[in-house]
């Protein structure tokens, strides 16, 4: 009697997606950190320094984030198939 073991899809971690997500979160502070700190910024005042940094950086964090976790699916996704 011959039996065939057919080799099963990998299963995906459960952890490999949201770590990409936190790693492009992490990647996105960086990112938005350097650029805020390569270009001067004497005319501002604090407030305003605040104003204009926060929202690059939740705009930074939230494309790397996501960036991260949709090339993670989808590298999953092609794991899977293979």
Avoid: N
């Avoid at 995906?12 to 770590?19: F, T």
């Avoid at 390569?38 to 407030?47: E, L």
């Amino acid at each position: 009697m011959k039996t065939s073991l057919r080799k099963r899809p990998a299963a995906a971690e459960p952890w490999s997606i949201p770590m990409a997500a936190v790693l492009g979160f992490l990647i996105g502070v960086f990112l938005a950190t350097i650029r805020h700190l390569s270009h001067a910024h004497s005319g501002y005042t604090p407030d305003a320094l605040v104003e204009h940094f926060v929202p690059q950086l939740i705009g930074t964090v939230t494309v790397c984030a996501l960036v991260s976790a949709l090339a993670a699916m989808i590298l999953d996704r092609l794991m899977r198939k293979h």
